[in-house]
């Protein structure tokens, strides 16, 4: 028995050896990275390899029978595994046929390259089942230089009655290493990106949102995996994936009885189940993707040139440093208070003024949020003169001006809740549950999006002088449903919600290319990059607290570019968490992303005074550094020594500006000390403490010229070793 089991076998590897020359490479490749997929004889096509480039791939070997010799083919890596054969994992795809049938034989039919630019390739691989007229074509675009992957699947099919599309996943990953290390960002309202890491066992380990809308705020749809070790800044072999997509996400990561690590990312299946009707086709989010064998640093420089050239609106173009109204006039303002404002802000050296909520409404004015989200009027009692006199004063004043919307909200307190019931998300008959007072707009609704564009439309139309919007999402979905959705397509809402949103931001963006936006959500709740790309910048926290900023903006820039993250000096004592924080720190914290105030800046006085104007100037000298340059973390806040430090290096490696934060109370006789990052080891630099208080410098070096080998090896030590002390180094080329 055992000789014929032998020849057996031994005659299907000689066989399939022998078709294993015949197999279909297909790679989707960047400068560095290569993901390597085998078309097999028998259909199928499978996950062959992902990870840093290999340049001479022959032979390929056949993966199939390497952890179980005695089984089929059905737990080799595919490309695109669906639910149906001896899969047992949790499939990308599950789908239910109109005969009833609920498997799926996903088997190759071929794919097409096209080179879309000199740094940009998109490659599709079709499948199609092996019996019924259903096709999925998996969409890959790699940008060479950016070492970046995005993924994303289409489906579409020929059955007359329709199919059930139960879950569509944007990418499947599998790796095979003796361990994994999970990082992942928590977070709730004002603690938003709390980075995680974890060791992951057998099982399944899901991050999700079911929340609809503001589905960052407890966790962000992105991961770096990390295999056999925890995932290091330098070295080790770190994996990264985003899912563009604003919407319900689920990621899982499913530790199989072979060792394997089968990584699913997606749109969330929950209650998401959808009538695919045979004209009509499922497009995925896109998962961005990437890799570095040399630790998670080259992971965050991955995305943020990437974000910056492809994934932000105006990336190559310097932020505006801006005052916002909303912590130094919340509700309460006229246009005096406003105008004082912009006064002291143009006085400071701030370039833009933000006019926050609580401008607009009559019948129900916005004095507070419980009334007039939805009506987009401005509100005559406190601005009888109108958008436009204070935009026009704000320019007149050497600033550009910008304003708040919530356009997706409406409080039950509005002329537009009395007026279209209809378009309020709710479940049937039950109540609507309001949260902050509020409800949401149903943007499923072809109306509804034509509602929330004219919103926009309008309120540019009130001036010519409106540089920039800040746009708000005050609550997420809960009592999910739609009055305009028929019957069997309520599960449709989630993604019909967010098709919405994106054709509206699709329209906005076509009319208003030049407009700054901001990508707000009660501060950090849609920061993702399918919404990111309409966007100049998002809003990472309401939680303006320095000390907390350290731990948000650490994590949030792990994928985030600076140039994008809104980060503002606020009052002391701290509004969110009562808080007294010396404003260097404040501001040697907000000056590490686009510098923004957050104030009444009446209430900066005496010596702050000087210090807040001069520091505003000195960003705008290191301004380039920190928005255009490569971010290179030195040491962790959530590591447990309790000090913080990063730094940018210009692209060309002759200016760098270096951060550090004392977090706590160190002791008398401790001092920091780091070696430095990314600079020319062969070239001489000078180091000079800027934005320091007193004049004194912490750092015993301050003005002399060190080699970068003396500064990447020695280090630097600085004095700061009490509670928010903190020094800011400039490193120039000499
Ligand atoms: C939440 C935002 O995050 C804040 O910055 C502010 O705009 C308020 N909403 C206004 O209601």
New binding site residues.
Partial sequence: MKNLLTTVLFSFLTLSSVLSNEKEIVRVETNDLSMIFTAETDGKIVYHYWGEKVNNITPVLDRRFKNQPDTNDELVPQLYPAYGGRYYLNPALKLTHEDGVLTTDLVYVGSKTKVLDSNRTETVISLKDKIYPVFVDVKFIAFRAENIISQSVSITHQEKKGIQVENIASAYIPLHAESYYLTHFNGTWAAEMQMEEEMLTHGVKVIESKKGVRTTQSENPSFILSLNAKAQEDSGDVYAGCLAWSGNYKLSFELDETGSLNILGGMNPFAALYNLKASEKIETPEMILTYSNRGKGQITRNFHDWARKYSLAHGDELRPILL?S??GA?FSFNEKTLTDMMDDAAGFGVEMFVL???WFGNKYPRNG?NAGLGDWQVNKTKLPRGINYLADYAVNKGLKFGI?I?PEMVNPDSELAKKHPEWIVKSGKRDILPM?NQWLLDLSNPKVQDFVFNTFDEVLAMSSNISYV?W?A?RHVDNAGSDYLAKNEQSHFWYEYVKGLYSVYDRIRAKYPDVMIQL????GGRLDYGALKYHDEF?A??NTNALDRIYIQYATNTFFPAIATGSHVSTSPNHQTGMIIPIKFRFDVAMSGRLGL?LQPKDIVGDDHGFAKKAIETYKQIRPIVQFGDLYRLVSPYDVNSWASHMYVSKDKKQSVFFAYSLKYHGRTTYFDTRLKGLNPDKNYKVTEINSRSGHSSFNGNGKVFSGDYLMKIGVNLNIGNPFDSAVLLITEQ
Avoid at 520 to 523: A, F, I, N, Q, T
């Fill in positions: 916002n909303w912590e919340y926050d909520d609580g949020d708040w919530e902050r800040k708000d005050n707000c959500s009660s501060g809003w926290s309401d957050e």
